[in-house]
């Protein structure tokens, strides 16, 4: 079946610009996540929904960052008037979000990011 | 901060010898996950071992936890060039919310 897809792969922009990053999860799963990865190192959480909802939006380094979740499926993140330390890789996972938090997560293969 | 730290941070081996990285945590967790990242892509689901367990198998993988040290470590037997990839240490603590390490890169060599 279809796993996680992210769009673009690949985004180049001017500092100062707007940025939107997609994610489509798997059909079925909801519990989304949303996390950065700079070049080398490990992932920095930024966001998850369960459904619609955001319970834990503690990642989100400063207000020029947003997320979205619209139908309990597709994915947004938005980056307001980037700056270049906000270049990274974003990565989106998807899980079946059950409570008992034994699931596993099933990630994107992300968007590289580059600020000019 | 990071929960997990992952050791070594680097580590290059031959083919058929066998790769033990480790993971060292900080607070209670539910359970603790490994997970692997080949160059460029995302992160794949290796094993999942709870809180009350101290090993478990998955083919040539072998994690082990101790809660009371707050470590973990991920044995891959006889690797093969196909295991070259970064592996990453996440726990996981109350809530949904996976904490991740800083991964250790391993090479196999043919």
């Known amino acids: 079946g279809a796993g996680v897809s992210q769009s673009p792969s690949n985004k180049v922009t001017e500092k100062g610009k707007d940025v939107e990053l997609r994610c489509d999860p798997i059909?079925?799963?909801?519990?989304l996540y949303w996390y950065r990865q700079s070049l080398g190192q490990g992932l920095e959480f930024l966001i998850y929904?369960?459904?619609?909802?955001?319970?834990?939006k503690s990642g989100l380094p400063s207000d020029r960052f947003s997320a979205e979740r619209t139908g309990g499926s597709v994915s947004t993140l938005t980056i307001q008037r980037t700056q270049q330390e906000d270049s990274a890789v974003y990565l989106c996972a998807s899980s079946l979000g059950r409570g008992d938090g034994l699931q596993p997560q099933h990630f994107g293969d992300g968007t590289r990011l580059s600020i000019l | 901060s990071q929960q997990g730290e992952e050791d070594p941070q680097a580590l290059s081996i031959q083919e058929g010898e066998n790769a033990t990285m480790n993971c060292s945590y900080k607070?209670?967790?539910?359970?603790l996950q490994w997970y692997r990242q080949n160059s460029g892509r995302g992160l794949v689901h290796l094993i999942l071992?709870?809180?009350?367990?101290r090993e478990k198998h998955s083919g040539r993988l072998r994690v082990t936890l101790d809660t009371s040290k707050k470590s973990s470590s991920l044995l891959i037997t006889a690797s093969r060039a196909a295991d070259t990839a970064s592996y990453f240490c996440a726990t996981k603590a109350a809530g949904n919310k996976l904490t991740f390490g800083g991964g250790t890169r391993v090479l196999v060599k043919p």
């Open positions: 071992i709870r809180s009350n367990e």
């Open positions: 929904f369960q459904g619609n909802s955001a319970p834990d």
């Open positions: 607070t209670s967790i539910n359970n």
């Open positions: 059909s079925g799963h909801t519990a």
